[in-house]
């Protein structure tokens, strides 16, 4: 196949709709889309290769897959080595651990389905993912495995025309499996990250080598710059809000189509030297960038313009030393005479070799937790409090049915009701429960839907769930049965940000007609927390003092400096400040419907100080949610329960 140079232009916009995207460059909220100008290329190319291959009966599935692992491994591999280096001088063990999955997975081709199974409400900030931008890499790998495969069943059963009619219909129900999954009340995150609904970007390019265009010169460069203003166009105005991919992706897979269809070699869009540069290390650019993105917030300089210019250079420059010394060293099979003309060509065992070993690495980082004995002992001590989270999380956490905290056997002696915050303390409540065991409490908690009679989300409907729990404490329990309410309060309260949340009325939860304010909040807080008194004996936890950051990563990170370094703390005067209006509308609550306050401040607060750590060791998991070794200390507040009752 002929060198398209319309095709390597068309790689150059695609990652720099990327790169500009991932560094939020303003004006190009839309840039992820160059992800799916990549698929097509991919579907081209690949369809291309292979039945060129076949009409000359020299089709092997194995030398494909060699030409394939040549041209995206070596840089792969490379990435993940000096990522390695780079992490055992400076990441915590958590983040050791975090990058040994990341790199195993990315250079196992999975990594896409770790970063599905990982999506959710506890999972790691995607920008502190180093290897997150890999699931594009094992999508394609993965398409490239079974691609082949089917295409030679499908045409040894029913010839080349029924091959193009069984694409045709793969297209479309991918597509249509696409559109479905990409709604926020279906499984949006298998949608973004699955091969089954990202098939359909990468068979439209074979559609396009199978059905070739044959029109004339202006016909031509009309398709081409409708193409090339489809995908502008998407890159300018649409956004992260978008369902994606969805029928949205409909435009950039269009556009490139397009553009590949028209198939105008010395464009001066796609055939100027500049885009023909860019084109020919986009991949390595594209490897590279995204560490650098990482590298902003991991180094907290993502607000700066000087240090984001210098991270979209570093990227850039290591992508063009990555494509120079590595991936045009490997990127074609040597002729005989030059296979042993190292460094300047490679061959395929030893690339296998050392990724393999890679891979193995990664993985055995991961279960060595990081490679802790790298720091002094408390540094792992502080560090590994991320982990020391309530057992039963992923049993009960962001279920709509209620769980027993171990299981449901019997009825319950306490409610533990509210979001995440009420899944960190649950354990706490099971030792306050005189003789207690796990099946004592029901825990009822969905991340991010605080327990507000009468609100919606924009992305998941907390309004049904809370009714479904008042019917379930009304129905299921004793009366005499405490129910212990625990939210993320202030966060709803004052933010930083709850846009996406709006109350609505009642009797008509399909309408969306007040907006948040701090006076609504309060008004359905007294209303939801009263109305439950009416049935069950109401304890509402205060505000859980909370941080602006990340409470076992500062600390480990203050130990790597200096092991003796002081615990963590705000002052009481700093929580009373986020919290005092609240903490007035709790005591509103207390006094019009005589539920009962459970003040956290005497066991995590004394001596003026909210205590972030305590002897060495974080009380919290994160920025706000307690660990299972800060829940020791609110276990005598949880007793005043039982004391009462």
């Not at 009309?222 to 649409?238: D, K, N, P, R, S």
Request: hydrophobic content about 45%; proline content about 6%.
């Amino acid at each position: 196949m002929n060198f398209r140079n319309d095709i390597n232009g068309l790689r150059a916009f695609a990652v720099l709709a990327v790169v500009l995207f991932h560094f939020d460059v303003p004006g190009f909220k839309g840039g992820f889309l160059g992800v799916d100008v990549f698929f097509v290329i991919s579907g081209y190319l690949m369809t291309s290769i292979i039945f060129r291959r076949l009409s000359k009966d020299r089709f092997s599935v194995l030398e494909f897959y060699g030409d394939r692992a040549r041209r995206i491994i070596p840089a792969l591999a490379f990435l993940c080595f000096a990522l390695g280096v780079f992490g055992w001088l400076i990441f915590l063990p958590s983040e050791f651990r975090a990058f040994g999955k990341a790199a195993g997975s990315s250079l196992g081709f999975f990594s896409n389905i770790v970063y599905w199974r990982e999506a959710g409400y506890f999972d790691t900030r995607s920008h502190l993912k180093w290897l997150l931008h890999t699931w594009s890499l094992s999508v394609e790998w993965q398409f490239y495995l079974l691609y082949p495969l089917g295409i030679l069943l499908v045409r040894k059963l029913f010839g080349r025309r029924g091959t193009k009619i069984a694409l045709v219909g793969a297209a479309l129900v991918s597509f249509a499996a696409c559109v479905y999954l990409s709604d926020p009340t279906k499984w949006p995150t298998a949608a973004f990250f699955l091969l089954p609904t990202r098939a359909w970007e990468m068979i439209a390019g074979g559609l396009v080598y199978l059905f070739p265009l044959t029109a004339g010169r202006p016909v031509r460069r009309t398709l081409e710059c409708i193409g090339l203003a489809m995908i502008a166009y998407g890159a300018v105005m649409f956004n992260e809000n978008n369902e994606w991919p969805g029928y949205l992706a409909l435009v950039p897979v269009l556009g490139t189509a397009f553009v590949i269809l028209a198939a105008r070699r010395h464009s001066i869009f796609t055939g100027n030297p500049l885009a023909q540069f860019i084109g020919k290390i986009s991949y390595s650019v594209y490897l590279w960038h995204w560490p650098f993105v990482v590298a902003l917030t991991y180094f907290d300089r993502e607000g700066s313009l000087r240090w984001r210019a210098a991270a979209i250079a570093g990227g850039f420059v290591m992508g063009y030393l990555s494509y120079a010394l590595v991936e045009s060293k490997t990127r074609k099979p040597p002729a005989r005479d030059e296979a042993r003309a190292f460094p300047r060509f490679i061959t395929l065992r030893p690339i296998l070799a050392f990724t393999l070993l890679l891979a193995i690495g990664g993985g055995s980082i991961y279960a060595s937790q990081g490679v802790p004995n790298r720091f002094d002992r408390s540094v792992f001590i502080a560090d590994s409090e991320t982990y020391d989270t309530n057992p039963h999380r992923t049993k009960c956490h962001m279920m709509i049915d209620p769980c027993d905290v171990a299981n449901k056997q019997k009825e319950s002696r306490v409610v533990v009701l509210g979001d995440s915050h009420a899944e960190a303390i649950a354990e706490a409540v099971v030792d306050a429960v005189p003789n207690g065991k796990p099946d004592d409490v029901l825990l009822i908690t969905i991340e991010g839907c605080p327990t507000i009679y009468g609100i919606r989300r924009g992305n998941g409907d907390c309004f049904d769930q809370d009714r479904k729990y008042i019917d379930i404490l009304s129905r299921d329990q004793s009366a005499k049965t405490p129910v212990i309410i625990a939210n993320h309060w202030s966060q709803y309260w004052s933010g930083p940000t709850m846009d996406d949340f709006a109350f609505v009325n009642p009797e008509q939860p399909a309408q969306t007609s007040t907006p948040f304010t701090t006076e609504l909040y309060r008004e359905h807080l007294l209303s939801t927390v009263c109305r439950i008194s009416k049935i069950r004996p109401v304890y509402l936890v205060e505000p859980i003092p909370e941080f602006d950051f990340n409470v076992p990563l500062t600390l480990a990170r203050e130990k790597m400096r200096d092991p003796k370094a002081p615990d963590l703390s705000i002052t009481m005067s700093d929580y009373v400040q986020r919290n005092g209006a609240l903490l007035q509308a709790m005591h509103q609550a207390h006094d019009q419907c005589g539920i009962h306050l459970l003040d956290p401040r005497p066991f995590l607060c004394p001596d003026g100080k909210c205590m972030g750590s305590h002897d060495g060791r974080p009380l919290y998991s994160d920025f706000h949610h307690m660990s299972e070794y800060g829940n020791r200390f609110l276990v005598p507040m949880f007793r005043r329960v039982f004391e009462q009752g």
